[in-house]
Nanobody, 126 residues
Framework: VQLVESGGGLVQPGGSLRLSCVASQFTFMRSTMGWARQVPGEGLEWVSGIDVNGNRVYADSVTDRFTIYRDNDKNTVYLQMNSLKPEDTAMYFC?????????????????????WGRGTQVSVSS
């Protein structure tokens, strides 16, 4: 399964970015989609997820700032990131997650992730 992310870049604190992730049609229509991020030397942090019915979940650290949505016609999931902070700096990865996976405070169980993209870098700095 191929996932291709785009939309990362350098932005000032308070700014916005929109990340995109394109998946194959077959995969996309059957999958919960998620975004996670990682800073070098630190663990993976799940940011958000959206299931096939459009139900959304968010990490506490991004609630009210980030919005996840999917366009089924384009096989694409987006992450709109507003009011960005320096601590949002990370590599952001898109993932497909097995249907029925349950989101907890730690995000989705790693065993239920079926594929990962290669990531797109987000840097928030003045």
């Amino acid at each position: 399964v191929q996932l291709v992310e785009s939309g990362g870049g350098l932005v000032q604190p308070g700014g916005s970015l929109r990340l995109s992730c394109v998946a194959s049609q077959f995969t996309f229509m059957r999958s919960t989609m998620g975004w996670a991020r990682q800073v070098p030397g630190e663990g993976l942090e799940w940011v958000s997820g959206i299931d096939v019915n459009g139900n959304r979940v968010y990490a506490d650290s991004v609630t009210d700032r980030f919005t996840i949505y999917r366009d089924n016609d384009k096989n694409t999931v987006y992450l709109q990131m507003n009011s960005l902070k320096p601590e949002d700096t990370a590599m952001y990865f898109c993932a497909t997650v097995a249907g029925g996976a349950k989101w907890t405070r730690g995000g989705y169980p790693s065993a239920q992730v079926t594929s990962w993209g290669r990531g797109t870098q987000v840097s928030v700095s003045s």
